[in-house]
């Protein structure tokens, strides 16, 4: 899996954990937060390699699903870069025109 | 209905309105946003007004439900508060160490 894919998921399932059920959250947790391979993951639940990857799969499809209708993800990105933006600003001091652009642009984002 | 539930609802349905069916989209629409009755509603369906009602108060749980989970009408009240009192501080100018603070609390919302 890349690094990059990783990540994401990471992000997704930070945003979207509370709208997956208890097993949805275990088996995520374990294989993108802990490390854990599919085997491992299926030994501790006593169920099959192949249960596990679909469940992840599923998980992971409905994930995408959410962002792809939430977008809080994207938003977040977003939101970070107009922040990071409006530190260098007031790190800069009195810039106050654009500081106000970037403030707008932030209450947009909601 | 009072006017602080009907706020609460137009917000609701704002942000979750993604995860809502067709049907309980245009419901919600017609009740919160062009003030039809529940025997509009109705008419305009060709359903009963007692199946309007249930649908939309199924939705109005589900949207409650939605932001019990995800809270994004509590985050987006608490960025606006922050957002204004950074606005403050910006049109004043300066107040660098105090908007600084601000930014991370942003920060730290998301």
Do not use: H, P
């Amino acid at each position: 899996m890349t690094l990059e894919k990783t990540t994401r998921m990471n992000y997704l399932f930070d945003f979207y954990q509370s709208l997956l059920t208890a097993k949805q959250k275990s088996y995520m947790s374990l294989y993108y937060l802990d490390d854990f391979s599919l085997g491992e993951i299926a030994d501790e639940y006593e169920v099959s390699r192949q249960a596990v990857y679909d469940n992840i799969k599923r998980t992971e499809a409905m994930l995408e699903q959410y962002e792809e209708k939430l977008l809080l993800f994207k938003k977040f990105k977003e939101r970070k870069e107009l922040l990071k933006k409006m530190r260098e600003l007031v790190a800069d001091s009195a810039q106050t025109e654009e500081a106000e652009a970037l403030i707008e642009s932030l209450e947009k984002l909601d």
